[in-house]
């Protein structure tokens, strides 16, 4: 079983230079491969001059994360692909593990570690810590991070558990899985289209796991960092997650609960003075909603699953019941 450790790097030569060297040293029996996404800084001279092993696939323009994959990804031959993040950190056998789940249990399709914070190391980190969930209303949280509280990491999730969604930080998918879904959706350009991937996965009775014994470090926001521009694609993504993969009885009346709650939700930003969130926030609605026949019609309409969700609102939960810890949520 062979897998390949793929990277998409975008001006990315600061951190290439910082982490490929000890994801060379801890991963000895696997293909490294980078794919380029018209990077306009030194990051293939970099490779092609410290690190020669690596493969390099170069695109000719910023196709984004998802398409950048989707292109990139095509021309690999591996039984499985590992997508990690340019700004991550693995540790000395984190592929013993993953490699040891997905050989042994052939109903496995997608994995991650736990994500630990790379500059508060006993922290999870915010991007997918222990593996992900959503609500009934789809707000993402995971084991050891819900919305913004991250948790300290005692080993209360080195067990391996069932997930709905793997982090795209460090995404471990079956290349005969990955084509039979179609990668991922081209129109999330970046965020979310990890979720929607796993959410299709799970429409299709892919098993996910998150798999405790293996850990990484995640710097968080490396190849995004925080703008108006992200929490734009974080809006508008998340309401396309929904249109593509709700059941059709649900679909109507989720996105207007989900209107009121992000409404609620500019309120918040206004008494924080976060008003390129505000501004986020309704482009990204006025795009979704210009949109949404287009993504109306990729909705496989006898795969959608009404058992999708474990908590009804994390909202409710984390806002009002003040539960902010996962293992006290009411499940």
């Given at each position: 079983m062979k897998i390949a450790i793929v990277l998409l790097n975008w001006n990315g030569e600061k951190l290439l230079n910082v982490f490929l060297p000890t994801l060379i040293k801890n991963t000895n029996s696997s293909d490294i491969y980078v794919i380029d996404n018209n990077s306009h800084d030194n990051s293939i001279k970099l490779i092609k001059s410290n690190f020669p092993n690596i493969k390099c696939i170069q695109l000719k323009q910023n196709y984004g994360f998802a398409e950048g994959y989707n292109k990139g990804l095509g021309e690999i031959e591996a039984d499985i692909f590992c997508l990690l993040n340019t700004d991550i950190e693995v540790t000395e056998d984190w592929l013993k593990p993953i490699y040891k789940v997905f050989k042994t249990h052939k109903d496995i399709s997608i994995v991650q570690p736990n994500i630990l914070?790379?500059?508060n190391r006993k922290s999870f980190?915010?991007?997918?810590a222990a593996g992900g969930y959503i609500d009934f209303y789809g707000y993402p949280y995971c084991r050891g991070r819900i919305f913004d509280s991250l948790e300290e990491?005692?080993?209360q999730?080195?067990?391996n558990a069932n997930i709905f969604w793997a982090s795209g930080a460090c995404f471990f998918i079956r290349k005969k899985v990955w084509i039979s879904l179609g990668g991922f959706d081209n129109d999330f350009f970046a965020h979310f289209e990890e979720i929607d991937l796993c959410w299709r996965a799970f429409n299709n009775n892919f098993k996910a796991v998150s798999i405790g014994e293996s850990k990484v470090y995640h710097i968080g926001g490396g190849t995004l960092p925080k703008s108006g521009f992200k929490s734009y694609l974080n809006f508008?993504?998340?309401l396309i997650l929904l249109t593509k993969n709700l059941p059709k009885k649900k679909l109507f009346k989720t996105l207007f609960i989900r209107?009121?709650?992000d409404f609620i939700m500019s309120f918040r930003f206004l008494i924080k003075g976060e008003f390129i969130a505000i501004i986020s926030l309704i482009r990204a609605h006025i795009s979704f909603y210009l949109s949404f026949r287009h993504h109306y019609k990729k909705r496989t309409l006898n795969l959608n699953k009404k058992n999708y969700w474990s908590i009804k609102s994390i909202v409710w939960a984390y806002f009002i019941k003040k539960q902010r810890i996962f293992t006290k949520l009411s499940q």
């Amino acid at each position: 079983m062979k897998i390949a450790i793929v990277l998409l790097n975008w001006n990315g030569e600061k951190l290439l230079n910082v982490f490929l060297p000890t994801l060379i040293k801890n991963t000895n029996s696997s293909d490294i491969y980078v794919i380029d996404n018209n990077s306009h800084d030194n990051s293939i001279k970099l490779i092609k001059s410290n690190f020669p092993n690596i493969k390099c696939i170069q695109l000719k323009q910023n196709y984004g994360f998802a398409e950048g994959y989707n292109k990139g990804l095509g021309e690999i031959e591996a039984d499985i692909f590992c997508l990690l993040n340019t700004d991550i950190e693995v540790t000395e056998d984190w592929l013993k593990p993953i490699y040891k789940v997905f050989k042994t249990h052939k109903d496995i399709s997608i994995v991650q570690p736990n994500i630990l914070d790379y500059n508060n190391r006993k922290s999870f980190e915010y991007s997918g810590a222990a593996g992900g969930y959503i609500d009934f209303y789809g707000y993402p949280y995971c084991r050891g991070r819900i919305f913004d509280s991250l948790e300290e990491d005692l080993g209360q999730y080195d067990n391996n558990a069932n997930i709905f969604w793997a982090s795209g930080a460090c995404f471990f998918i079956r290349k005969k899985v990955w084509i039979s879904l179609g990668g991922f959706d081209n129109d999330f350009f970046a965020h979310f289209e990890e979720i929607d991937l796993c959410w299709r996965a799970f429409n299709n009775n892919f098993k996910a796991v998150s798999i405790g014994e293996s850990k990484v470090y995640h710097i968080g926001g490396g190849t995004l960092p925080k703008s108006g521009f992200k929490s734009y694609l974080n809006f508008r993504n998340s309401l396309i997650l929904l249109t593509k993969n709700l059941p059709k009885k649900k679909l109507f009346k989720t996105l207007f609960i989900r209107l009121i709650l992000d409404f609620i939700m500019s309120f918040r930003f206004l008494i924080k003075g976060e008003f390129i969130a505000i501004i986020s926030l309704i482009r990204a609605h006025i795009s979704f909603y210009l949109s949404f026949r287009h993504h109306y019609k990729k909705r496989t309409l006898n795969l959608n699953k009404k058992n999708y969700w474990s908590i009804k609102s994390i909202v409710w939960a984390y806002f009002i019941k003040k539960q902010r810890i996962f293992t006290k949520l009411s499940q």
